[in-house]
C-alpha cells in the first residue's frame, strides 16, 4: 500500500498535456502563485501530502470557500465537491445548524484545556445511539485516536504486537506506518524514514481477505498479538469492499486467541449509518476509532469501548494519554449540531438512496458503451475504478497502470466543475447538500469525462 502512497506523492509537478478536448482548461494562475508561494514555507508546499496533486495533471487549487455541495478556489473556478472535506462533511460545507452552533460557542470562548458540558453533550448522543460502545474517550484526529486505542489495547491484553492489513492505512503511527514484506505472514517493513525498524518489528502485516494468512498469523505469534486493526470498510487505497463472512471470522478469531479487534472506523463511522461499519456488518468490534465526522469537520477524533477496557485508560487505570485541545468546545459544538442532524429518523436512508441512484445511473452508462470501468459504493461512499473486475478486496488486485485513465477524467471533471480527491486511490463522498439537479450536472460531466477517456487516441 505504501509504494501506492510513494506514486500519489511523486510526479511531474504541473505536469498538464495538450488540452484536445471540447472543454478549455480552467485558470490555475492564482492557485499556481499561491502555491509558489507555499513552497518556500512548508515542505512540498503543502501541509498533508496528497494535497500536492501528485498523481493528478496540474497544480494544486487553493480552496477559497464551500458552501453545500459547492467548493470555490482561488481563480474563481466553482465545482461541485466530492470530496468533501476527505468525507467528514456528511451534511455539506459551511451547514447552517453547524455554522450557528458554533458561532454561538465561540462566543464564551474557544479552548480551556478544562471539561465543559459540551462533551458530556456529544458522548451522551453517541453513547445512547450506539450499542457496541459504552465509554470513549476524545482526542484530536483520526491519528491520535488510533494511536491511542493501540497503547490502550497492549496495556490492557500486556502484548506487544499487532496485526494489520496491507491495504488499511491507519494515520501516521509509527508502528503502522509499515508494508508488508515477502510471504504470507511479515513483520511490517519500515515503509517511512524516521519509523524505527523495532517499531516495525512489533506489527505483523496480511493481506486482507486471506483467511489462511490469518490462521498462521495466529498460529506463529500465539499469546503475542495485542489486537488486530481494520479498517472494516477499507476506503483509504480504493473501495476495497470485504464481505461479511470474513469480517465475522475475523471476529471469531480474535476472540478465540484473546485478541481485540480494532475497527478503524475513520472514514466509515458515522458515514454508512450511525453505528458505523460496526452497525452496517452488525459485528462487535473490541474497539473502535473515529474521526472528523465527529465534529463536523472541525478537528476531532475519539476511541471507544467497553466500560472495562476504557478503565484501563489514566486517570482511572495505568494506560496515559492527553491533550489540551481533547475535547475542545468548538470542534464539540460542530458535531452535537453535525450527529444531531444524522440521528434524525429517515437520514441514512435517503442519503444512501440518492447515492445508490447516482453511482447506478453512472455504471449504467458504462457498462452499455462496454467501458472498462466499475463504480463501488457503500452507504455514501464511493469509487471509481478502471477495472471489469467485479469486486476488489485486496490492494494488490487494483492495476496500477489504470491510474493513468483516472488522470485524464480528473482534468475533464475539474473543466466541467467536478471536484474529485486527487488521486486515484480515494474515494468519494456524496452529502446531503447535494441535491438532484447537482447530482445529475454531475453525472453528465462524469459520461462525457468516460467519453473521452475511452475514445482518445492517446495511450492511457
Same mark, same amino acid.
Given at each position: 500500500?505504501?509504494?501506492?502512497?510513494?506514486?500519489?506523492?511523486?510526479?511531474?509537478?504541473?505536469?498538464?498535456?495538450?488540452?484536445?478536448?471540447?472543454?478549455?482548461?480552467?485558470?490555475?494562475?492564482?492557485?499556481?502563485?499561491?502555491?509558489?508561494?507555499?513552497?518556500?514555507?512548508?515542505?512540498?508546499?503543502?501541509?498533508?501530502?496528497?494535497?500536492?496533486?501528485?498523481?493528478?495533471?496540474?497544480?494544486?487549487?487553493?480552496?477559497?470557500?464551500?458552501?453545500?455541495?459547492?467548493?470555490?478556489?482561488?481563480?474563481?473556478?466553482?465545482?461541485?465537491?466530492?470530496?468533501?472535506?476527505?468525507?467528514?462533511?456528511?451534511?455539506?460545507?459551511?451547514?447552517?445548524?453547524?455554522?450557528?452552533?458554533?458561532?454561538?460557542?465561540?462566543?464564551?470562548?474557544?479552548?480551556?484545556?478544562?471539561?465543559?458540558?459540551?462533551?458530556?453533550?456529544?458522548?451522551?448522543?453517541?453513547?445512547?445511539?450506539?450499542? $457496541?460502545?459504552? *465509554?470513549?474517550?476524545? !482526542?484530536?484526529? @483520526?491519528?491520535?485516536?488510533?494511536?491511542?486505542?493501540?497503547?490502550? +489495547?497492549? /496495556?490492557?491484553?500486556?502484548?506487544?504486537?499487532?496485526?494489520?492489513?496491507?491495504?488499511?492505512?491507519?494515520?501516521?503511527?509509527?508502528?503502522?506506518?509499515?508494508?508488508?514484506?515477502?510471504?504470507?505472514?511479515?513483520?511490517?517493513?519500515?515503509?517511512?524514514?524516521?519509523?524505527?525498524?523495532?517499531?516495525?518489528?512489533?506489527?505483523?502485516?496480511?493481506?486482507?481477505?486471506?483467511?489462511?494468512?490469518?490462521?498462521?498469523?495466529?498460529?506463529?505469534?500465539?499469546?503475542?498479538?495485542?489486537?488486530?486493526?481494520?479498517?472494516?470498510?477499507?476506503?483509504?487505497?480504493?473501495?476495497?469492499?470485504?464481505?461479511?463472512?470474513?469480517?465475522?471470522?475475523?471476529?471469531?478469531?480474535?476472540?478465540?486467541?484473546?485478541?481485540?479487534?480494532?475497527?478503524?472506523?475513520?472514514?466509515?463511522?458515522?458515514?454508512?449509518?450511525?453505528?458505523?461499519?460496526?452497525?452496517? $456488518?452488525?459485528? *462487535?468490534?473490541?474497539? !473502535?476509532?473515529? @474521526?472528523?465526522?465527529?465534529?463536523?469537520?472541525?478537528?476531532?477524533? +475519539?476511541? /471507544?469501548?467497553?466500560?472495562?477496557?476504557?478503565?484501563?485508560?489514566?486517570?482511572?487505570?495505568?494506560?496515559?494519554?492527553?491533550?489540551?485541545?481533547?475535547?475542545?468546545?468548538?470542534?464539540?459544538?460542530?458535531?452535537?449540531?453535525?450527529?444531531?442532524?444524522?440521528?434524525?429518523?429517515?437520514?441514512?436512508?435517503?442519503?444512501?438512496?440518492?447515492?445508490?441512484?447516482?453511482?447506478?445511473?453512472?455504471?449504467?452508462?458504462?457498462?452499455?458503451?462496454?467501458?472498462?470501468?466499475?463504480?463501488?459504493?457503500?452507504?455514501?461512499?464511493?469509487?471509481?475504478?478502471?477495472?471489469?473486475?467485479?469486486?476488489?478486496?485486496?490492494?494488490?488486485?487494483?492495476?496500477?497502470?489504470?491510474?493513468?485513465?483516472?488522470?485524464?477524467?480528473?482534468?475533464?471533471?475539474?473543466?466541467?466543475?467536478?471536484?474529485?480527491?486527487?488521486?486515484?486511490?480515494?474515494?468519494?463522498?456524496?452529502?446531503?447538500?447535494?441535491?438532484?439537479?447537482?447530482?445529475?450536472?454531475?453525472?453528465?460531466?462524469?459520461?462525457?469525462?468516460?467519453?473521452?477517456?475511452?475514445?482518445?487516441?492517446?495511450?492511457?
Amino acid at each position: 500500500m505504501f509504494d501506492t502512497f510513494k506514486k500519489m506523492f511523486s510526479g511531474n509537478e504541473g505536469d498538464m498535456p495538450v488540452n484536445t478536448s471540447n472543454k478549455p482548461d480552467i485558470s490555475r494562475e492564482k492557485s499556481a502563485e499561491l502555491y509558489e508561494k507555499a513552497k518556500t514555507y512548508f515542505p512540498g508546499g503543502v501541509n498533508s501530502p496528497v494535497r500536492a496533486f501528485k498523481s493528478v495533471y496540474g497544480t494544486p487549487l487553493f480552496i477559497q470557500k464551500g458552501d453545500g455541495c459547492h467548493v470555490w478556489d482561488a481563480d474563481g473556478n466553482q465545482f461541485i465537491d466530492f470530496c468533501c472535506s476527505w468525507g467528514p462533511l456528511i451534511l455539506g460545507h459551511n451547514n447552517a445548524k453547524v455554522r450557528e452552533r458554533v458561532t454561538e460557542v465561540m462566543q464564551s470562548g474557544m479552548s480551556f484545556g478544562a471539561p465543559t458540558a459540551l462533551e458530556n453533550d456529544l458522548a451522551e448522543l453517541i453513547l445512547k445511539n450506539n450499542k $457496541y460502545l459504552e *465509554k470513549i474517550r476524545f !482526542v484530536s484526529s @483520526g491519528t491520535e485516536a488510533v494511536m491511542s486505542a493501540i497503547r490502550l +489495547a497492549r /496495556g490492557y491484553t500486556k502484548r506487544d504486537k499487532i496485526l494489520k492489513f496491507e491495504g488499511c492505512y491507519h494515520g501516521h503511527v509509527d508502528s503502522l506506518l509499515v508494508k508488508a514484506g515477502s510471504g504470507l505472514v511479515t513483520f511490517g517493513e519500515t515503509s517511512s524514514a524516521g519509523v524505527p525498524k523495532s517499531f516495525a518489528d512489533e506489527t505483523i502485516v496480511v493481506s486482507l481477505n486471506d483467511r489462511n494468512a490469518l490462521k498462521k498469523a495466529f498460529e506463529e505469534f500465539k499469546d503475542q498479538i495485542a489486537a488486530v486493526i481494520i479498517e472494516p470498510i477499507p476506503a483509504n487505497n480504493g473501495l476495497l469492499l470485504q464481505e461479511k463472512e470474513y469480517l465475522q471470522f475475523l471476529r471469531d478469531i480474535c476472540t478465540e486467541n484473546k485478541t481485540l479487534l480494532i475497527f478503524d472506523e475513520v472514514i466509515s463511522g458515522f458515514r454508512v449509518g450511525f453505528e458505523g461499519a460496526a452497525g452496517f $456488518y452488525q459485528i *462487535k468490534p473490541d474497539m !473502535v476509532t473515529y @474521526g472528523k465526522i465527529i465534529g463536523g469537520g472541525l478537528p476531532v477524533g +475519539a476511541y /471507544g469501548a467497553s466500560k472495562e477496557i476504557m478503565s484501563n485508560v489514566s486517570p482511572e487505570g495505568s494506560v496515559y494519554q492527553a491533550g489540551t485541545l481533547s475535547g475542545n468546545p468548538v470542534a464539540m459544538a460542530a458535531g452535537i449540531a453535525q450527529l444531531s442532524e444524522l440521528s434524525r429518523l429517515g437520514f441514512y436512508r435517503d442519503l444512501n438512496g440518492k447515492t445508490q441512484e447516482f453511482v447506478d445511473s453512472i455504471q449504467r452508462f458504462a457498462t452499455a458503451r462496454n467501458y472498462k470501468f466499475k463504480v463501488f459504493s457503500v452507504g455514501s461512499i464511493f469509487w471509481f475504478a478502471f477495472t471489469d473486475k467485479e469486486a476488489i478486496r485486496s490492494a494488490e488486485e487494483i492495476d496500477a497502470s489504470s491510474m493513468e485513465k483516472f488522470k485524464v477524467m480528473h482534468r475533464e471533471l475539474l473543466n466541467r466543475g467536478i471536484y474529485l480527491g486527487p488521486s486515484g486511490y480515494e474515494v468519494g463522498f456524496i452529502s446531503s447538500a447535494h441535491s438532484k439537479i447537482e447530482l445529475e450536472k454531475a453525472k453528465r460531466a462524469i459520461f462525457e469525462s468516460l467519453d473521452l477517456v475511452f475514445r482518445s487516441n492517446s495511450k492511457i
